[in-house]
């Protein structure tokens, strides 16, 4: 097969899956709705594995119901998050001032929001026990994967 066509194949791909979910008459489909159980705020542990599956710390989360300010690097559908214990193994910064966003399943979890050309992105999908999905570092110019995350609400989803 000639390696164009190999390279342009996840690409084909992914605009296939996009369509397939777009053909929705307006209506979000059942697998992009946020589940009825989340809310929007509470302390989540996020736990990293490296690349190569071995374990690379945690940090806590306060996800906050607040809309982040003008200070950071995303749009205003962003709320704050508050770090409340880094035991991460990649470098942040001491100063570091994450915000997230819910759209449908995902969440996205900026632990370096405040800083417009890099990003420390969890990157993933939630369930009725929590997320899980990739942790990501990102530049203006590329970026790299740091790993994958699995998260849990400490503060429990709402019984509604």
Avoid at 71 to 91: Q, R, S, Y
Wanted: one cysteine or more; aromatic letters at 8%.
């Amino acid at each position: 097969m000639p390696k164009r066509v190999v390279r342009l194949a996840p690409i084909f791909l992914l605009l296939v899956v996009a369509a397939c979910a777009s053909s929705s008459n307006g209506k979000p489909k059942p697998a992009t709705l946020t589940p009825l159980r989340w809310i929007e705020s509470g302390t989540w542990r996020f736990q990293i594995a490296d690349p190569d599956d071995k374990q690379a710390g945690s940090i806590l989360l306060n996800l906050s119901a607040e809309p982040v300010g003008d200070e950071l690097c995303v749009d205003k559908n962003w709320k704050k998050a508050i770090i409340l214990n880094n035991g991460l193994e990649v470098d942040i910064g001491d100063d570091a001032q994450p915000a997230y966003l819910v759209h449908g399943r995902w969440l996205t979890v900026d632990l370096t929001a405040d800083r417009c050309n890099v990003g420390h992105k969890f990157v993933g999908e939630l369930s009725a026990s929590g997320a899980s999905g990739f942790f990501n570092y990102t530049t203006s110019v590329g970026g790299r994967n740091l790993g994958s995350f699995v998260a849990e609400p400490l503060i429990h989803y709402s019984t509604d």
